[in-house]
């Protein structure tokens, strides 16, 4: 954000981590927790609706002696593809955070409702969490 080379934003991360405890470790748990969360939704999701698929269709019907295989191989699928996605959230979740604390602190303890470019939203969301 600061158009630092990697190992100067690097160090300058860590130090911003390391002087909000509190604040990164709640979004890390929480992150990981809606992580899973959605992991397991699109996993499940998908899983069913493509057994529905093939035990409902006559083509499927037809062909196949047993569900399971086709099935055990859906959820591998979409449990990969939902690994993709939900990793996309969580790093979204942990650059939204660093930002913020950043902003927050450029603007030199003038306090979260004074965060320069910070949403509203954001801002008083962050405020009733202190």
């Not at 999701?45 to 019907?61: A, F, P, R």
Request: hydrophobic share 45%; proline share 3%.
């Amino acid at each position: 954000m600061e158009g630092a080379n990697y190992c100067s934003a690097a160090k300058t991360s860590i130090e911003l981590m390391w002087r909000n405890p509190l604040r990164f470790s709640t979004i890390a748990g929480l992150g990981a927790v809606f992580e899973t969360l959605g992991k397991i939704a699109i996993s499940l999701g998908s899983t069913i609706i493509c057994y529905l698929v093939i035990t409902k269709t006559e083509y499927y019907t037809s062909r196949l002696s047993s569900p399971m295989l086709p099935t055990i191989f859906f959820f591998i699928l979409s449990f990969t593809v939902a690994s993709f996605f939900m990793s996309l959230y969580g790093t979204s979740a942990d650059t939204i955070i660093i930002v913020f604390t950043m902003d927050e602190e450029i603007q030199k303890g003038k306090g979260v409702k004074n965060a320069l470019h910070c949403p509203q939203e954001l801002s008083e969301f962050m405020e009733e969490a202190k």
